[in-house]
């Protein structure tokens, strides 16, 4: 089973989509999440890598800055201060 994973920022709606494997820079170090992640939710480092495997198609490696993610039944929310794809 995929992640729904969805990145938005304060200007815009930044990639939505399924993805395999999910890692980002948090305030305690690196989390990495895959389907049937334990529900969590993190503080995001004031700069920090994204890396997101889609299900089709390129890695995707971005930077963030500040925000939170949350995990939940399979759907990854990031939500940053900046974010671009």
């Known amino acids: 089973m995929a992640l729904n994973v969805e990145v938005v920022s ?3 709606k930044v990639w939505t989509g ?3 494997y999910v890692r980002a820079r948090t305030l305690d170090g690196d989390i990495g ?8 939710m993190a503080l995001l480092a004031e700069d920090g ?3 997101i495997e889609p299900v089709s198609g ?10 939170f ?9 990031i939500a ?3 974010a671009n794809i």
Do not use: D
């Open 58 to 67: 390129e890695k995707i490696v971005t930077r963030l800055h500040e925000g």
């Open 80 to 82: 940053a201060k900046h």
């Open 33 to 40: 999440i895959m389907s049937g992640h334990i529900p969590t």
């Open 10 to 12: 304060r200007e815009k």
């Open 69 to 77: 993610l949350t995990v939940s039944n399979n759907k990854v929310i």
């Open 49 to 51: 890598e994204l890396i």
């Open 18 to 20: 399924e993805a395999k």
